[in-house]
């Protein structure tokens, strides 16, 4: 056997998952521990007071900036350091192929909001589940932390704090959840299950399962299981990122222009809508990804990683 054959290189896509993981595992406190190192340095004040001090309004630039940095760190690092075990260049590995048209950007765009009608009525669908009393107890707690942590990640007063906000809760999260999740995790998946449907879902699965949201948990799957068929129709990672950034974004944008009507920020956070309109947006989004499908010719772009 050749040294080329038995090099990091040539690592099959099972231990190439492992590594994916231990990284991820090292990552996720790395990113915990400096995010909130550097909060503490700058507010003066203990590493054990960060939790709730981060919670309160005037703290809300600093919070964006934490939880960026801590996606950064714990997404990003994991999916370059997995992809730099290829021979072929970053970018190519991470899925940073050119976008074939402008009909390709639009048909991403009307996706992404129907997309919302999609996640909007599977959140209403969830409710309606029967479920014990002792987990729906737990699930509300652990929705109303969510909540919490939103309302103080979404203060915002002026364009400035919009622009600002936009950039820390939607651009970056969309940028390194996807190269995360779709360009790694799912690539990897695929090529170790052999079925890339499968892959697709259950990436959307550990996807929606990273927010710790049970009452989200459908919306974002939902979310997950769209945007992977749009990576693997069209092979490239900036098409996921739109259509991530698209649905971050709107809900950020709403959050600002409501400011100061409460109970419409509460319906903007829920998101609900009447669960038949899951019907409309699955046969919407269906054709609309045949026309994707249509619209993308396949150049082999998509590099194994």
Known sequence: MSSSDTSIFSMSPGPKLAVFIG?????????GFVSFSIVAAI???????????????????????????????????PS??????????????????PIQSIRQVGLVILIAVIGLFLSGSLGDLTTKIPIPVSFKNWATQ???????????MTQMK??????FALIAVAVIPA??????????LQKILSQWIGKPYIAIVITAILFSAFHFSYFGFL???????????VYHITKTIWLPILMHFIN?????????FLRNQPEKMESVIEGNLTYYWAIIAIFAIIILCRQLKNNTHDLGLEKSI
């Open 43 to 77: 507010l003066h004040v203990h590493f054990s007071d960060i939790q709730s001090i981060i919670l309160q309004p005037q703290y809300v630039n600093i919070t964006q900036f934490a939880n960026a940095l801590a996606s950064i760190i714990a997404f990003g690092l």
């Open 158 to 163: 002026s364009l400035f704090d919009l622009l």
């Open 80 to 97: 370059i350091g997995v992809a730099l075990l290829n021979k072929d260049k970053l970018g190519r590995v991470l899925g940073f192929s």
């Open 219 to 229: 919306s974002r799957m939902s979310l997950g299981i769209i945007i992977g068929l």
């Open 142 to 152: 652990l929705e109303d932390q969510y909540k919490k942590a939103l309302y103080a």
């Open 175 to 184: 940028i390194f959840e996807e190269l995360y999740f779709r360009a790694t």
């Open 248 to 256: 971050n974004a709107i809900g950020v944008s709403a959050l600002y």
């Open 23 to 31: 990284l991820t595992s090292i990552c996720l406190i790395i990113g």
